[in-house]
């Protein structure tokens, strides 16, 4: 009997429904269209590495501390004599000396324009070799036979346009290296995105490497021993900490890096989509809800011939079941097209992921099927639960929603408790000392108040409405009267609908006072601390001798300073350690282009021996100017140098550490230095800026992979990388105001309903289809104007927080950006209009008599 009762109410309203259905459909799509993707992408890169991976590989030993190689640095060898030492281990068939580097580029000479990715994938030069498991194979043209051949990829070649014969460039930090493409290798498996390009053997050491050494030798067994047995006995026979891995492990640590780099995005988007699920059960509570209160009189006849609480109560559950069911198995389906979707964007970026070849594990289905069901259980289990206490003859005697006006002691208590808790947090969390610190409190003081505003909802609905809709009545006579008076009536329903469009909007609002902060504060240090007309920064390759000199023979140029950055350990007087990056920098950098503010010390002593650290990392370590730190750089050389000066939190460099360049040399040989990755470039006294930036451009247009900017531009580049990040943040929190949309248009569908005698009435005593429809055009604006200020508000006090938070690390400028406000609370009067459309055209055509007859 209860799931005949539930089928048929179910049936019976699918209509209404339907918008519900949909929001958990785009819930659920989201979730498993981000697993399919993510499962997908490392499935891919799991079978490339599979398929080509040697049986074990001998790679050099790792370095001390993990300290990491930078752009443009010679690679970590192994001796050539080692693959003769692996090719002699029992059980090996084939062993080969590999040569494969990541800090080349490849150049079209005839365009000066980079081929391969210039983002996501990387760009790889090697030597060619003849393997068992080569991951390319020889399509067009034949090997390099000289040290004047190139094979080049087939994906990449087709990119560029570039074929047998054609004229291709290697650059890295040795130089430039002229080359022409003997042929055109096509990937045997899935191409995940890389640019491949091979040398013959010799060309590679010398050119990739500067002497007769190999990257990895890999080896290949013959089948009488296992790659555990393998690697074994080839670590008792090299030795010397070299790292051998077996098949397997290559994998593995492969996969796991490939699996890190998805993991923002996955996690980010699976945050997005939890969203969009809360805001999707504000919408399912509220269609529960309405639909209870018109079925008061149903429900009290279901009471009257015997039903029981828990009857009624399993009847609106099982028909939200049937709901989060179908709309979690549809959005399951739906997933395949949201992951399809993310396949090509990731494809546009650099990327190379078949879409055929989707990879649907039963986490997809486990993950949508919970959620979906998960979360419409829950939503309907509040008014399933109202339902319930419905009593039989109150329920007989009364028909339509119960009023809700009268004040809730609870509601309010837990709601004041909680925002001015929440609001208390906030607080805390801007003037906290640590960002650690303030992030923690700014994140629990975010939930609460975001959970604070959605339990005072409904109080402050009667009070907001009432001022926001106090002109109606004035501009637009009866229509915005009752479209005043409609939207206050309901206060619990209005108040779930406008906090599913309020989180939405915060996050838009509290994602731009960020953004717009960030560039503000990135703009006022640049204007305060920079003194250099032009920044230079090199790619892959850094930056070679060749560039500077171009850049110190254009005219109007005074001088050049060059910037090294060295990964570093610092052992600290109390004993610990810790890890920094340290710039080794020229005395003109603090002379004449750069002013850093100094909380202690004096600048100038960088330049006699001393070394310069940030206040942050002072006061975390307990650090004094005349304090001794051991610096121990990567290939084990170490110094000992005294603090000199401390630069100010609101440094450009933030918590860097600074040592002049003779002192870092002193320790550091040449050979063992990291090449420039930046360098500055000062506009002679008197010298046109704009005009020597053409020039300088036009000096450095054979090397694409630098960034050449003057101060307007650097500030253009910095405010283009935040707004790539916000666009994918609206991009992301679209998906929650548009199931914020449909649940308006639901509150408004269902109301019109639950007042069609209301509606017939007003209709008979005079009220015109066009003045009907206004009302409730006007009763949708003023609900989601009310979610918009609220959403603003909380948006404004998380991203004023979040500046205040993170002020010492770079974020000291605090700008609201005024137009997004106001673009935000127009566009939620636009969102009114539109999600009213559909319900105001149905209860203008509405007959009267029909209407005023429904019971």
């Known amino acids: 009997m209860l799931l005949r009762t539930s089928l048929r109410s179910f049936f019976a309203h699918k209509g209404r429904m339907a918008l519900s259905l949909i929001a958990v459909v785009l819930s659920v799509a989201f979730v498993s269209g981000t697993l399919v993707f993510s499962d997908t992408a490392t499935s891919t890169f799991s079978k490339l590495f599979a398929a080509t991976a040697s049986d074990i590989s001998v790679q050099p030993p790792k370095p001390a501390d993990d300290q990491e190689q930078q752009a443009g640095d010679k690679p970590a060898t192994v001796p050539a004599a080692l693959a003769q030492q692996v090719a002699s281990v029992p059980g090996v068939k084939t062993a080969v000396g590999q040569v494969m580097v990541g800090n080349a580029i490849l150049v079209n000479p005839a365009t000066n324009k980079l081929v391969g990715p210039t983002s996501g994938a990387p760009t790889l030069v090697g030597n060619w070799t003849d393997t068992p498991r080569n991951p390319v194979r020889i399509t067009s043209g034949h090997v390099p036979q000289n040290s004047g051949e190139l094979v080049l990829d087939a994906d990449t070649a087709k990119k560029a346009a570039l074929g047998v014969g054609d004229k291709i460039r290697v650059d890295n930090a040795a130089g430039r290296h002229p080359y022409t493409i003997a042929g055109i290798a096509t990937f045997t498996t899935t191409n995940p995105g890389a640019a491949l390009a091979f040398l013959d053997t010799a060309t590679a050491q010398q050119v990739l490497l500067g002497e007769q050494a190999y990257t990895s030798v890999e080896a290949f067994g013959d089948g009488s021993r296992s790659n555990d047995q393998l690697k074994a006995d080839a670590l008792a026979k090299v030795g010397g900490g070299f790292q051998v891995k077996t098949a397997a492990e290559q994998k593995d640590e492969n996969t796991k890096a490939i699996g890190s780099g998805l993991d923002f995005m996955k996690y ?169 610190t303030g992030g923690q409190l700014l994140g629990l003081g975010l939930l ?28 637009f006579g009866p229509s915005g009267k009752l479209a005043q008076r409609n939207a206050m009536r309901n206060p619990r329903r209005t108040g779930a609908t406008a906090a599913a469009l309020m989180i939405g909007l915060a996050l838009v609002i509290g994602s731009s006072v960020f953004s717009s902060s960030a560039v503000s504060s990135a703009s006022a240090q640049i204007d305060k601390s920079v003194g250099v007309d032009y920044i230079i920064r090199g790619g892959q ?52 282009d750069f002013r850093l503010p100094v909380k202690s010390g004096a600048v100038e002593s960088i330049g006699r021996g001393s070394l310069g650290i940030g206040e942050g990392f002072a006061t975390d370590h307990h650090l004094n100017v005349g304090d001794s730190i051991t610096v121990h750089y990567a290939g084990g050389h170490t110094q000992v140098l005294p ?33 420039d990755r930046t360098f500055y470039a000062k506009a002679a006294s008197g010298a046109d800026v704009g005009r020597t930036l053409t020039a300088l451009q036009d000096a450095l247009q054979q090397y694409p992979q630098l960034t050449v900017k003057d101060q307007a531009g650097y500030k253009e580049l910095v405010q283009s990388q935040v707004n790539t990040l916000l666009y994918l943040i609206y991009g992301l929190v679209g998906l929650s105001i548009t199931v914020a949309v449909l649940g308006v248009v639901n509150t408004l569908a269902l109301s019109v309903v639950e007042r069609t005698r209301e509606i017939g009435l007003l209709r008979a005593i005079g009220i015109s289809r066009r003045q009907l429809r206004r009302m409730i055009r006007l009763e949708s604006v003023v609900i989601a104007l009310f979610g918009a200020v609220l959403g603003t508000g909380l948006g404004l006090a998380w991203g004023v927080t979040a500046q205040r938070v993170l002020r010492d690390q770079g974020l000291g400028t605090l700008s609201v950006p005024t137009t997004t406000i106001v673009v935000t609370l127009v566009s939620s009067v636009v969102i009114g209009l539109v999600a009213a459309l559909v319900p105001a055209f149905r209860a203008g055509r509405m007959n009267v008599l029909a209407a005023i007859a429904t019971d």
């Not at 604070?452 to 106090?470: D, H, R, W």
């Not at 000199?644 to 933030?654: E, H, N, P, Q, T």
């Open 268 to 436: 980010a988007m699976l945050g997005f989509a939890g969203i969009s699920l809360i805001v999707g059960g504000f919408l399912i509570i509220n269609t529960f809800s309405m639909l209870v209160a018109q079925r008061t009189r149903e429900i009290g006849l279901l009471r009257a011939i015997g039903g029981s609480r828990r009857q009624v109560n399993g009847s609106v559950l099982v028909e939200a079941l049937i709901l989060g069911v179908l709309g979690s198995t549809l959005g399951v389906a739906a997933g395949l097209g949201v992951a399809f979707g993310l396949i090509k964007l990731m494809n546009a970026i650099g990327m190379d992921l078949d879409a055929s070849d989707l990879e649907i594990g039963p986490d997809v289905f486990v993950a949508g099927y919970a959620v979906g069901i998960l979360i419409t259980v829950v939503a309907a289990w509040i008014p399933a639960r109202r339902a319930s206490r419905i009593a039989p003859m109150a329920a007989l005697r009364d028909h339509g929603t119960p009023a809700e006006a009268r004040s809730n002691l609870v509601r309010t208590v837990l709601g004041v408790l909680l925002t001015g808790g929440g609001a208390g947090l906030l607080v805390l969390a801007g003037t906290a000392d640590k960002a650690g």
């Open 448 to 475: 609460l108040t975001l959970i604070g505003f959605v339990v005072l909802g409904p109080l402050l609905a009667t009070v907001v409405i009432k001022v926001l809709g106090a002109l109606l009545p004035a501009l």
């Open 541 to 592: 390759t850094g930056v070679t001798a060749e560039m500077i000199d171009a850049v110190k023979r254009t005219p109007g140029i005074d001088h050049v300073t060059t910037e090294k950055d060295l990964d570093a350990r610092f052992q600290l007087p109390d004993g610990t350690t810790a890890r920094a990056g340290i710039a080794a920098v020229p005395p003109a950098f603090f002379t004449t």
């Open 643 to 675: 603090v000199g000066v401390v630069f100010a939190k609101d440094s450009l460099y933030g918590d860097a550490s600074f040592v002049d360049f003779a002192t870092m040399a002193e320790a550091v040989p040449a050979a063992d230095q990291p090449v």
